[in-house]
């Protein structure tokens, strides 16, 4: 496949990384538009933050939220993994519960639990009080993006965001949950609304992926951390149209859009459906396997098991190789994790991974 940079729209500003070519060529960006660079990009989800001493050190006497609305710390944090462990590309340090903060929700992140909400989201009146996500409210983002993009120089900026099951499933559980019962309960119980919930976060959704994008972010990710508690009938019926609906707004932006779930190897050719680029893979199944669902059609992302991020680097070397083989049989790859990085994992042993993978000519795998 012969790489040709992409006309972009002319939505995006003729300062943005993608428009002035300092990210247009770069490896990770090739990958996801479908060509396969000489080496395979890297980059890790959770990547910044969590295992760096650097990141515990500045952190000390700050609330996580508070850290995500503040341009500086957010951009620092988003470029400390590039710094050392020279990843193929950054993503924007922030949480999937930020904008729900920005409307006016009050939740707050609490240490060993996660976020968690002062009142949840139960019936229809509920769902309809929720206020639109404005675009004053987004300036934390777009600052913080802005001020991150203005470093990295030709290293991409990925944004992010919470996709609207996993974003509704926080707002009716009112905090983490194992298997979200109250959230499928709802979904079938009172379409009216589930409709006006999912709507609503389907909304904050794209527009705070469509304000990363254009402060200067050159991919976008969507993350549905809780989709895979969903058969596929219910993810079609209850659940696709939303995600759609969310990526609508970064559409016409010419950006890449990669689409991740947790527990998701079924759900895979419905989750590309809804109009994403690439299909980020979890450690469950093998990414030739997910290739194979997927009929061939879409770059990969994924999957390195993070348990074996603790595991002898002879344990660990063999795995990465065997997943940038299967890797292999897809149009292209970026190597990832099956999901994040623990906090208990050495960082040292994730700059290893990207040296290994960057000194693998992807010309030489041999998929078999």
Same mark, same amino acid.
């Not at 952190?59 to 400390?80: F, H, K, N």
């Not at 991740?260 to 590309?272: A, D, H, I, K, W």
């Given at each position: 496949m012969t790489f040709q940079q992409p006309a972009h729209s002319v939505k995006l500003p003729v300062q943005h990384p993608l428009v002035d070519g300092r990210t247009a060529s770069a490896p990770l960006i090739r990958a996801y538009?479908? *060509? %396969? @660079?000489?080496? !395979?990009? +890297?980059?890790? $989800? %959770?990547?910044?933050?969590?295992?760096? @001493?650097?990141?515990?050190?500045? %952190?000390?006497? =700050?609330? $996580?939220?508070?850290?995500?609305? *503040?341009?500086?710390?957010?951009?620092? #944090? =988003?470029?400390?993994? /590039? %710094?050392?462990h020279g990843v193929d590309a950054a993503i924007f340090f922030s949480d999937i519960v930020v904008p729900l903060k920005l409307a006016g929700i009050d939740v707050d992140i609490v240490p060993g639990r996660g976020p968690v909400l002062a009142r949840p989201i139960r019936t229809l009146a509920d769902a309809q009080a929720l206020t639109p996500l404005s675009p004053e409210a987004l300036q934390p983002i777009t600052d913080g993006v802005a001020l991150t993009v203005s470093?990295?120089? =030709? =290293? @991409?900026?990925?944004?992010?965001?919470?996709? @609207?099951?996993t974003l509704a499933a926080y707002l009716v559980e009112g905090g983490p949950s194992k298997d979200h019962l109250r959230a499928r309960a709802l979904m079938h119980s009172d379409p009216e609304t589930w409709a006006a919930l999912l709507g609503w976060a389907a909304d904050a959704s794209g527009a705070f992926l469509r304000a990363q994008v254009l402060a200067g972010a050159s991919a976008v990710q969507l993350f549905d951390s809780w989709v895979g508690s969903l058969s596929v009938p219910d993810y079609e019926e209850h659940v696709a149209g939303y995600s759609a609906r969310a990526l !609508?707004? /970064?559409? *016409?932006?010419? /950006?890449?859009? +990669?689409?991740?779930?947790?527990? !998701?190897?079924?759900?895979?050719?419905? $989750?590309?459906? #809804?109009?994403?680029?690439? $299909?980020?893979?979890? *450690?469950?199944? !093998?990414? &030739?396997? &997910?290739?194979?669902?997927?009929?061939?059609?879409?770059?990969?992302?994924?999957?390195?098991n993070p348990a074996l991020l603790t595991a002898p680097w002879s344990v660990l070397e063999k795995h990465v190789r065997e997943v940038l083989a299967s890797g292999s049989e897809a149009p292209a790859h970026v190597l990832n994790l099956g999901h994040g990085v623990p906090p208990e994992t050495d960082p040292t042993v994730l700059t290893r991974i990207v040296e290994l993978a960057h000194s693998v000519d992807t010309h030489g795998i041999n998929p078999g």
């Amino acid at each position: 496949m012969t790489f040709q940079q992409p006309a972009h729209s002319v939505k995006l500003p003729v300062q943005h990384p993608l428009v002035d070519g300092r990210t247009a060529s770069a490896p990770l960006i090739r990958a996801y538009r479908g *060509d %396969r @660079p000489g080496v !395979t990009p +890297v980059w890790f $989800m %959770r990547q910044a933050g969590r295992s760096l @001493p650097e990141y515990r050190e500045l %952190r000390v006497g =700050t609330q $996580m939220l508070d850290v995500c609305l *503040d341009p500086a710390l957010s951009s620092e #944090i =988003t470029l400390q993994p /590039v %710094r050392r462990h020279g990843v193929d590309a950054a993503i924007f340090f922030s949480d999937i519960v930020v904008p729900l903060k920005l409307a006016g929700i009050d939740v707050d992140i609490v240490p060993g639990r996660g976020p968690v909400l002062a009142r949840p989201i139960r019936t229809l009146a509920d769902a309809q009080a929720l206020t639109p996500l404005s675009p004053e409210a987004l300036q934390p983002i777009t600052d913080g993006v802005a001020l991150t993009v203005s470093q990295l120089g =030709t =290293t @991409p900026l990925i944004g992010f965001a919470g996709a @609207p099951f996993t974003l509704a499933a926080y707002l009716v559980e009112g905090g983490p949950s194992k298997d979200h019962l109250r959230a499928r309960a709802l979904m079938h119980s009172d379409p009216e609304t589930w409709a006006a919930l999912l709507g609503w976060a389907a909304d904050a959704s794209g527009a705070f992926l469509r304000a990363q994008v254009l402060a200067g972010a050159s991919a976008v990710q969507l993350f549905d951390s809780w989709v895979g508690s969903l058969s596929v009938p219910d993810y079609e019926e209850h659940v696709a149209g939303y995600s759609a609906r969310a990526l !609508t707004p /970064v559409r *016409d932006l010419g /950006v890449s859009i +990669v689409h991740f779930g947790v527990g !998701t190897g079924e759900l895979l050719p419905s $989750m590309l459906a #809804i109009g994403a680029d690439v $299909m980020g893979v979890d *450690d469950r199944i !093998t990414l &030739a396997e &997910a290739n194979r669902r997927l009929g061939g059609v879409a770059p990969l992302q994924g999957n390195i098991n993070p348990a074996l991020l603790t595991a002898p680097w002879s344990v660990l070397e063999k795995h990465v190789r065997e997943v940038l083989a299967s890797g292999s049989e897809a149009p292209a790859h970026v190597l990832n994790l099956g999901h994040g990085v623990p906090p208990e994992t050495d960082p040292t042993v994730l700059t290893r991974i990207v040296e290994l993978a960057h000194s693998v000519d992807t010309h030489g795998i041999n998929p078999g």
